[in-house]
């Protein structure tokens, strides 16, 4: 049902050399049920395929290994007075302080993010990632995976200075309000409108220079232009 009705979303760039075509589909991790289902095109671009790769195989995650990953992380944790602004938050937000207190503080931020955005009907839950694992997985296509825990671990944190500061920011931002989830939302709700206007565009045999101009921008917002 949900896979029939959804509809084409997001951005699908398709490359080719040397007689071999690869596809980048652009993911969120965060996502509406209503965007999490790839839309025709997608899905005929998955039936072409013969290999899928993702940042990690969410199926084949060990919970053991994941813990003791987060536990090595966990130790280089000392900024007490950013922890108890955690614990604040996490209070706030009716977070579990037990279910994520071993963790590295800016998984402990990023829980509490997903706290908030669920209150936006923005769930990790729906993150499109999983959902295109699963249809690669019933499909018995193989996965690649890019990466792991650790390497993401190591992006994340950085230096410890650098993942105090991204720590820090994200803790200011959201002991003001809303105004990181509203970010968020925007960005989301602007990448609705501008596909509704696209293909309404590709439908008609128009190009809507505000179109390929927004969709610009948003590349720009979520990680920079692809090179």
Same mark, same amino acid.
């Given at each position: 049902?949900?896979?029939?009705?959804?509809?084409?979303?997001?951005?699908?760039?398709?490359?080719?050399?040397?007689?071999?075509?690869?596809?980048?589909?652009?993911?969120?991790?965060?996502?509406?049920?209503?965007?999490?289902?790839?839309?025709?095109?997608?899905?005929?671009?998955?039936?072409?395929?013969?290999?899928?790769?993702?940042?990690?195989?969410?199926?084949?995650?060990?919970?053991?290994?994941?813990?003791?990953?987060?536990?090595?992380?966990?130790?280089?944790?000392?900024?007490?007075?950013?922890?108890?602004?955690?614990?604040?938050?996490?209070?706030?937000?009716?977070?579990?302080?037990?279910?994520?207190?071993?963790?590295?503080?800016?998984?402990?931020?990023?829980?509490?993010?997903?706290?908030?955005?669920?209150?936006?009907?923005?769930?990790?839950?729906?993150?499109?990632?999983?959902?295109?694992?699963?249809?690669?997985?019933?499909?018995?296509?193989?996965?690649?995976?890019?990466?792991?825990?650790?390497?993401?671990?190591?992006?994340?944190?950085?230096?410890?200075?650098? &993942?105090?500061?991204?720590?820090?920011?994200?803790?200011?931002?959201?002991?003001?309000?809303?105004?990181?989830?509203?970010?968020?939302?925007?960005?989301?709700?602007?990448?609705?409108?501008?596909?509704?206007?696209?293909?309404?565009?590709?439908? &008609?045999?128009?190009?809507?220079?505000?179109?390929?101009?927004?969709?610009?921008?948003?590349?720009?917002?979520?990680?920079?232009?692809?090179?």
């Amino acid at each position: 049902g949900l896979v029939k009705q959804a509809h084409d979303h997001g951005f699908l760039w398709k490359v080719s050399k040397q007689g071999r075509t690869s596809y980048l589909f652009g993911t969120v991790h965060v996502a509406r049920m209503d965007v999490a289902f790839p839309g025709p095109k997608t899905l005929g671009v998955l039936g072409s395929v013969d290999t899928v790769a993702l940042e990690l195989n969410p199926f084949k995650m060990d919970p053991e290994a994941i813990r003791a990953t987060l536990a090595r992380y966990s130790k280089q944790q000392g900024d007490t007075g950013l922890q108890r602004r955690l614990d604040a938050l996490e209070e706030r937000e009716c977070v579990d302080p037990e279910a994520v207190r071993k963790t590295p503080d800016i998984i402990q931020a990023s829980v509490v993010l997903m706290a908030r955005l669920k209150r936006k009907d923005l769930f990790n839950e729906w993150a499109v990632d999983p959902v295109l694992a699963g249809m690669a997985t019933g499909a018995k296509l193989p996965i690649v995976e890019l990466e792991d825990l650790e390497l993401q671990l190591k992006a994340l944190y950085g230096t410890p200075e650098e &993942s105090r500061r991204m720590v820090q920011g994200m803790v200011e931002s959201m002991e003001k309000g809303d105004e990181a989830v509203d970010v968020g939302v925007r960005l989301h709700v602007a990448e609705r409108d501008l596909e509704e206007r696209a293909v309404a565009g590709r439908a &008609s045999g128009d190009v809507d220079p505000e179109v390929q101009a927004g969709r610009s921008t948003l590349r720009e917002h979520r990680g920079g232009r692809l090179r």
